[in-house]
């Protein structure tokens, strides 16, 4: 692959570096994957365990982006109990042993998204992700969907001393991808994706088919976009100039 890197034209947007490469940093749930699937599998196992029904998926979806605290605590109060701080503690190992033995019997990258990595990357952009799943965990996906070989760097809620929408985790992301914040654009699918971006000083896109596209993130958002078609190099770097437009 012999592509050079896409310049961006100091000359006209300064203080943007001449050199720079772009960078694309990618949330993963529910924006590169689709990994609702196999965290209801884990949440499921847990609550047989506990003797409760199980959830459906797409009764997960919408909460898949928020940890997995979250997703027991809605396991347990979908069956009517209230699951307080020691409960979920107890829980905790429980689905994220189970979650890392399975995590990827179901989990698919949105459709499109490969092509998008394949297509930024030949084009001279630098990929990166920035999840607030554990990096382990992070890695391990990216390993068994075989993606991991994309991206410059894979940070987790536990790289940094912050987690998204601290902008300790995605500044921490870029510096660790050899990128700069000025080039570096957020895809995600949340209000926290959004608010990390604007906090960090990133560009950001949405889209609007992840977890939690709420009306927040519209209106933080830089681009919304409804697939990965729309995710090319010419309207990012459009993007990246407007930076010092602004
Ligand atoms: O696991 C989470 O808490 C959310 O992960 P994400 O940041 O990739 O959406």
Same mark, same amino acid.
């Given at each position: 692959?012999?592509?050079?890197?896409?310049?961006?034209?100091? /000359?006209?947007?300064?203080?943007?570096?001449?050199?720079?490469?772009?960078?694309?940093?990618?949330?993963?749930?529910?924006?590169?994957?689709?990994?609702?699937?196999?965290?209801?599998?884990?949440?499921?196992?847990?609550?047989?365990?506990?003797?409760?029904?199980?959830?459906? #998926?797409?009764?997960? @979806?919408?909460?898949?982006?928020?940890?997995?605290?979250?997703?027991?605590?809605?396991?347990?109060?979908?069956?009517?109990?209230?699951?307080?701080?020691?409960?979920?503690?107890?829980?905790?190992? @429980?689905? $994220?042993?189970?979650?890392?033995?399975?995590?990827?019997?179901?989990?698919?990258?949105?459709?499109?998204?490969?092509?998008?990595?394949?297509?930024?990357?030949?084009?001279?952009?630098?990929?990166?992700?920035?999840?607030?799943?554990?990096?382990?965990?992070?890695?391990?996906?990216?390993?068994? $969907?075989?993606?991991?070989?994309?991206?410059? /760097?894979?940070?987790?809620?536990?790289?940094?001393?912050? @987690?998204?929408?601290?902008?300790?985790?995605?500044?921490?992301?870029?510096?660790?991808?050899?990128?700069?914040?000025?080039?570096?654009?957020?895809?995600?699918?949340?209000?926290?994706?959004?608010? /990390? /971006?604007?906090?960090?000083?990133?560009?950001?896109?949405? #889209?609007?088919?992840?977890?939690?596209?709420?009306?927040?993130?519209?209106?933080?958002?830089?681009?919304?976009?409804?697939?990965?078609?729309?995710?090319?190099?010419?309207?990012?770097? @459009?993007?990246?100039?407007?930076?010092?437009?602004?």
């Amino acid at each position: 692959m012999n592509a050079q890197p896409p310049r961006i034209h100091s /000359a006209t947007f300064d203080p943007i570096p001449r050199d720079a490469t772009p960078l694309v940093v990618f949330d993963l749930d529910g924006t590169l994957v689709d990994t609702a699937p196999d965290l209801t599998g884990a949440l499921n196992y847990c609550l047989a365990e506990a003797g409760l029904p199980s959830l459906d #998926v797409d009764a997960v @979806r919408p909460h898949a982006g928020r940890g997995a605290r979250a997703i027991l605590q809605l396991g347990f109060s979908a069956a009517g109990i209230t699951a307080d701080e020691t409960c979920l503690t107890n829980q905790l190992p @429980r689905f $994220l042993d189970r979650y890392n033995a399975h995590i990827a019997d179901a989990s698919m990258p949105f459709s499109g998204a490969v092509d998008a990595l394949e297509r930024l990357r030949g084009a001279g952009f630098k990929l990166a992700i920035c999840t607030n799943k554990m990096e382990a965990l992070a890695r391990r996906l990216l390993v068994e $969907l075989q993606i991991a070989g994309y991206f410059s /760097a894979i940070c987790g809620s536990d790289t940094f001393a912050g @987690r998204k929408p601290d902008p300790v985790h995605l500044l921490g992301t870029v510096s660790l991808a050899g990128g700069s914040a000025p080039v570096s654009i957020m895809v995600g699918d949340t209000d926290t994706d959004m608010e /990390a /971006a604007r906090r960090a000083g990133l560009r950001s896109v949405l #889209v609007d088919f992840g977890y939690d596209p709420c009306p927040a993130a519209h209106e933080k958002a830089d681009l919304v976009v409804s697939r990965f078609s729309e995710i090319d190099a010419s309207t990012l770097l @459009r993007l990246i100039e407007t930076v010092s437009a602004d």
